[in-house]
């Protein structure tokens, strides 16, 4: 089946500091998206992709579709305390058919920032 | 506008009781999506309905689980004879159309 590879597992950074993750797949997406989860909730969007090669941002956060459509980005710049979480990308294919919607999450990216 | 809402935030069953886990999509939605979370996973699909369908569940494991979106009410997770191995958070996510999915809180299943 699909997986996604994302790296790195986690990452310890101080305050202020950039911070980029990324995402790589043994298959074509049309859509990459962004999500962030807080310890003991569900993930919420931060950012979504529809075409490759499309460069998105939302505040600090910048995310890239790549061209090939089997990869995805995200940069968070200067990183504050409250961007501790954990952070997923995750691939759908929106071929139609019975896979329509279904979504395949990356393994995760676990952000500390140190004040 | 409320949220997508789950009930129980927690549960804890006895192996081979059984489990159902509820999701209220957001007010307007008609396309509801259940996954799973082991610890320090990521999600995984399980089920794809729309009302009164099941449209995908080619992620749910063949035995014991089932799900439901009856045209009133929430989408119900059941889970018959639970496992220790069904131990998990199970997302319950809900979008007007097969677009931008918003997840609920979770319901934090443990099996004893």
């Known amino acids: 089946g699909q997986q996604l590879n994302q790296s790195p597992q986690s990452m310890f950074i101080q305050e202020g500091e950039d911070v980029s993750m990324n995402c790589t797949s043994s298959?074509?997406?049309?859509?990459w998206l962004w999500y962030k989860q807080d310890p003991g909730e569900g993930p919420v969007l931060l950012i979504a992709?529809?075409?490759?090669?499309e460069l998105t941002s939302n505040g600090r956060l910048t995310a890239q579709f790549g061209i090939t459509r089997k990869d995805s980005f995200l940069n968070i710049s200067a990183s504050i305390p409250s961007d501790v979480g954990i952070y997923f990308c995750?691939?759908?294919?929106?071929?139609?058919?019975?896979?329509?919607?279904?979504?395949?999450f990356g393994q995760g990216t676990i952000l500390t920032v140190h004040p | 506008n409320a949220g997508v809402m789950q009930n129980p935030r927690h549960l804890v069953r006895r192996r081979g009781q059984e489990a159902r886990l509820r999701c209220s999509p957001m007010?307007?939605?008609?396309?509801v999506y259940w996954y799973r979370q082991l610890p320090e996973e990521g999600l995984k699909f399980m089920v794809y309905?729309?009302?009164?369908?099941?449209?995908?569940e080619s992620g749910m494991p063949k035995e014991r689980f089932s799900a439901e979106f009856p045209k009133e009410g929430p989408s119900i997770l059941r889970i018959q004879q639970v496992v220790r191995g069904d131990s998990a958070a199970y997302f319950c996510?809900?979008?007007?159309?097969?677009?931008?999915?918003?997840f609920g809180p979770g319901t934090r299943l443990t099996v004893l």
């Open positions: 298959s074509i997406f049309n859509t």
């Open positions: 007010k307007g939605h008609s396309h």
């Open positions: 309905l729309q009302k009164e369908n099941i449209i995908d």
């Open positions: 996510a809900s979008s007007p159309s097969p677009d931008t999915q918003y």
């Open positions: 995750a691939g759908r294919m929106d071929a139609g058919g019975t896979s329509y919607g279904k979504l395949t």
């Open positions: 992709l529809y075409k490759a090669g």
